[in-house]
């Protein structure tokens, strides 16, 4: 399986992702980072870890469409079976979801589907659940509506503040994110 990486930022799931597929733990190959965002920093990981890495901007075309066609044409030169999304921030349009049928895969900061959208963590912590989690599933036309194919609850103690709770999920998502992953692919092998 030849997998892409979709991100927008930091990229600390795709170092996560990175480091699973280094070490042999998620089978097929890694071979395309794209970021949205020409000065993420994913895209510095993606060199360190010797992934050839593309960046464009939607801004640099007329429409989505224009901007996803382009992303298309670049996901189909390099015979990409996967795309994962690791805090890619963009929702994903027809053409992509026609072109790779529950083949798009996105990891979400909240146990959905309560919490969708942008802020799932800070959500969380500001209406004052006892348990929040991550979400691993695969995207569709809604914003966080995709089937979900795992979940793991993180609970919020009375000491946790929003930055310690980020802490706890982001620990969960770079654990969860590649066991998840390489489950999948093994079961297409």
Do not use: W
Request: charged share 25%; hydrophobic share 45%; glycine share 6%.
């Amino acid at each position: 399986m030849r997998i892409a990486v979709l991100a927008s930022g930091n990229g600390s799931n795709f170092e996560a992702i990175a480091q699973a597929f280094e070490k042999q733990t998620i089978a097929g190959e890694l071979v395309l980072v794209f970021s949205d965002k020409k000065t993420a920093y994913v895209l510095e990981r993606a060199e360190k870890h010797q992934i050839p890495a593309f960046t464009f901007s939607p801004k640099d075309f007329l429409s989505k469409k224009e901007y996803e066609e382009a992303l298309l044409d670049l996901l189909v030169d390099h015979q990409v079976d996967y795309l994962v999304l690791a805090g890619y921030m963009r929702l994903i349009g027809e053409g992509l979801l026609e072109a790779f049928p529950k083949r798009i895969i996105n990891i979400h900061p909240s146990l959905l589907p309560a919490f969708p959208g942008l802020h799932g963590i800070e959500d969380a912590f500001d209406y004052g659940v006892k348990v929040t989690g991550v979400t691993v599933h695969y995207i569709d036309a809604g914003v966080d509506t995709g089937p979900i194919i795992a979940q793991e609850c993180v609970p919020i103690s009375a000491t946790d503040t929003l930055e310690s709770l980020t802490e706890k999920i982001h620990q969960t998502e770079h654990r969860l994110y590649p066991e998840v992953l390489a489950e999948i692919i093994h079961a297409e092998e």
